[in-house]
């Protein structure tokens, strides 16, 4: 039996599935924006890029600093929406 298109994740809940698995191994509140989406479709796969902002181990911001972001790439399959693999990703 063949599943239905409906039965997929879409973006949306591929990115929340990304966001969610990152959170179980970070420790506080982290802020993350999504930065790339891309569905390969012939893999069942969807690859979410989120944008981790750095934490200042200070918790304060000086004069003309810019917080720095480091970005992970999440492997997410798009049937079960189970995430298959987390890396850095280097921009």
Known sequence: MEEKKSDLIDAK??????AKYYRNFCSGDTVFSVEEIEHRSSEGLWLITLGVQKKNPYGIMLAGQTEDKEYKEFTVDEKTGAVIKMKIRKI
Request: without cysteine; charged residues 15%.
């Open 13 to 18: 809940d591929a990115a929340n599935v990304a």
